[in-house]
T-cell receptor, first 113, second 118 residues
Framework: GAGVSQTPSNKVTEKGKYVELRCDPISGHTALYWYRQSLGQGPEFLIYFQGTGAADDSGLPNDRFFAVRPEGSVSTLKIQRTERGDSAVYLC???????????FGQGTRLTVV | AQTVTQSQPEMSVQEAETVTLSCTYDTSENNYYLFWYKQPPSRQMILVIRQEAYKQQNATENRFSVNFQKAAKSFSLKISDSQLGDTAMYFCAFMNRRPMNRDDKIIFGKGTRLHILP
């Protein structure tokens, strides 16, 4: 497809478990962003990649959160020892290095029970 | 640190009316972009309109226009002839422009929930 794809669209996990959320950006986009959006709130920045490297990871809330983008395309957001407070929609976006419009996926709704 | 403030949590207007959503931001940078994004219940964030800070002319996209006041750090969105399909959350957002065309993260406001009433 031509857009940003996020899988799974919904994930329910038990407190304390490990989860991985995947983002497939638009082909050729070098910038990739992860955001977290709680109900009724604006997207909260987590991490931003330029190519394979994290250009800014200042939004990761603690060391339970980690993200990788090993080949500069697909990215995985990893959450260890999940807590109920991690429940939110996790949004991914990508943009080209020459552009300023970020294209968003439809998000993964994570529910920790 | 940059911040984006949307002071209207929720608004309702009748179909075909004009509505203005407010946004203010804070930055010490001079070169940046401002955006309005729409998020319907489907969760898909859609870019509505974009403004480059160095351009004095206000951006316009069909029924959507902005009032960009750089000195006041204000960036409001006007929706003319509002339609039922405009019902959504609207987010104001800010992004620094960096050298070498490598842009910065996008910072979002908390959003305004807009209801268009039939």
């Amino acid at each position: 497809g031509a857009g940003v794809s996020q899988t799974p669209s919904n994930k329910v996990t038990e407190k304390g478990k490990y989860v991985e959320l995947r983002c497939d950006p638009i082909s050729g986009h070098t910038a990739l962003y992860w955001y977290r959006q709680s109900l009724g709130q604006g997207p909260e920045f987590l991490i931003y990649f330029q190519g394979t490297g994290a250009a800014d990871d200042s939004g990761l809330p603690n060391d339970r959160f980690f993200a990788v983008r090993p080949e500069g395309s697909v990215s995985t957001l990893k959450i260890q020892r999940t807590e109920r407070g991690d429940s939110a929609v996790y949004l991914c976006a990508s943009s080209s290095v020459w552009g300023t419009e970020a294209f968003f996926g439809q998000g993964t709704r994570l529910t920790v029970v | 640190a940059q911040t984006v403030t949307q002071s209207q949590p929720e608004m309702s207007v009748q179909e075909a009316e004009t509505v203005t959503l407010s946004c203010t931001y804070d930055t010490s940078e001079n070169n940046y972009y401002l955006f309005w994004y729409k998020q319907p219940p489907s969760r898909q964030m859609i870019l509505v309109i974009r403004q480059e800070a160095y351009k004095q002319q206000n951006a316009t996209e069909n029924r959507f226009s902005v009032n960009f006041q750089k000195a006041a750090k204000s960036f409001s969105l006007k929706i003319s002839d509002s339609q039922l399909g405009d019902t959504a959350m609207y987010f104001c957002a800010f992004m620094n422009r960096r050298p070498m065309n490598r842009d910065d993260k996008i910072i979002f406001g908390k959003g305004t929930r807009l209801h268009i009433l039939p």
